[in-house]
């Protein structure tokens, strides 16, 4: 059963405003930002008109359907990215590696202030890079260059053992044998789900599980991982005034194969990726995890249009294209309707 949504207001915040800039500064407004489908994002504007952001992570703020499979645990590297600890562990991992993401003003687990766990973080002003690139490719070179030089920071920051950053603090591990095994278990569960929910999955069911045995085959199990953002696209790189990227929604910030991470970068950036891409990147990985990436892109989408998520006709051209392409995969071209 869907949460009730509710629209936060300005009394609502105002105790955490309050608890995070003090009692000389008074909050006039607050709106909500587009995107957040597991946590609410804000902005606040205070009385000298300053902004800063507020994240709320409940139930209320969740798009995505509870599954029997939700752990609370973040066992499953995969499982939803989303909690006040995950965005603290993340946070700290990337200030470590003096990689740029919002300051953290308060973070707030009370209930005291609001009934549900709060963030508070600085407001960066400006574009993120899907819209930099779009306007003006030649402003977004230096914020490109400088993605690169953070990409490869976290691509030798190893680890033994893989998982989500809050886990891997804490001393767990993750489930699965290893990142392709994890990959391969989630590809053919999110072939399996959206073959459910489009009839031209269904008929290329078969074909397409065996394309993507046949991919995982090919990949060498490793004993080192990376450290990845884990949905690193462009719109969630923003682009301060001094042209240097901010990372957001850090939330499955993990060390895995790097290249889970450069394959949604390849993806997302198409002609632009060219100058993150890497030498050292295993390209049977590369492809394997690229066609795993395109069912998730197609599963996932389709199961958040099972809610009330409001931006529908963006998360249906997301698992059209999607769909698309992993058809490509197969030997031979297909075509179909347009999904409704």
Not at 90 to 104: K, M, S
Not at 178 to 187: G, K
Not at 268 to 277: A, K, M, P
Request: proline residues 5%; glycine residues 8%; charged residues 25%.
């Amino acid at each position: 059963m869907d949460a009730v949504r509710r629209a936060v207001t300005r009394d609502d915040l105002d105790g955490v405003a309050c608890a995070a800039f003090g009692n000389g500064r008074r909050l006039t407004g607050v709106s909500r930002l587009r995107g957040g489908s597991k946590k609410g994002v804000y902005r606040l504007v205070l009385d000298d008109d300053s902004t800063a952001v507020a994240y709320i992570w409940d139930e209320s703020e969740n798009y995505w359907p509870t599954t029997e499979t939700d752990t609370d645990r973040h066992a499953d590297p995969f499982s939803p990215a989303s909690g006040l600890d995950l965005f603290e562990a993340a946070h700290r991992r990337l200030r470590q590696l003096d990689i740029r993401t919002p300051q953290l003003l308060l973070a707030d687990r009370s209930g005291s202030r609001y009934p549900a766990d709060v963030a508070v973080v600085e407001d960066v002003p400006g574009d993120n890079l899907e819209s930099l690139l779009r306007q003006d490719p030649s402003r977004a070179a230096p914020a490109m260059a400088r993605l690169a030089e953070a990409l490869s920071a976290m691509r030798q920051h190893l680890a033994p053992r893989f998982g989500k950053v809050a886990l891997i603090d804490g001393g767990g591990s993750s489930e699965g044998a290893s990142c392709e095994q994890v990959v391969l278990d989630r590809a053919l569960d999110d072939l399996t789900e959206a073959a459910a929910r489009d009839p031209r999955l269904s008929a290329s069911h078969d074909r397409l599980r065996s394309v993507v045995g046949e991919l995982a085959a090919r990949v060498r199990t490793r004993s080192r991982y990376g450290l990845v953002h884990g949905e690193l696209g462009p719109d969630h790189v923003l682009v301060d005034r001094n042209g240097q990227p901010v990372l957001i929604d850090i939330e499955g910030l993990m060390f895995f194969d790097v290249e889970w991470e450069h394959a949604f970068l390849r993806l997302r950036l198409g002609e632009h990726y060219v100058g993150l891409s890497s030498g050292d990147l295993d390209e049977h990985r590369m492809t394997f995890y690229t066609l795993a990436m395109h069912l998730s892109l197609v599963a996932g989408p389709l199961c958040l249009l099972d809610g009330d998520f409001p931006d529908r006709d963006f998360m249906r051209g997301i698992a059209e294209h999607n769909l698309r392409e992993a058809l490509t995969f197969l030997p031979a071209p297909q075509g179909g309707q347009e999904l409704t």
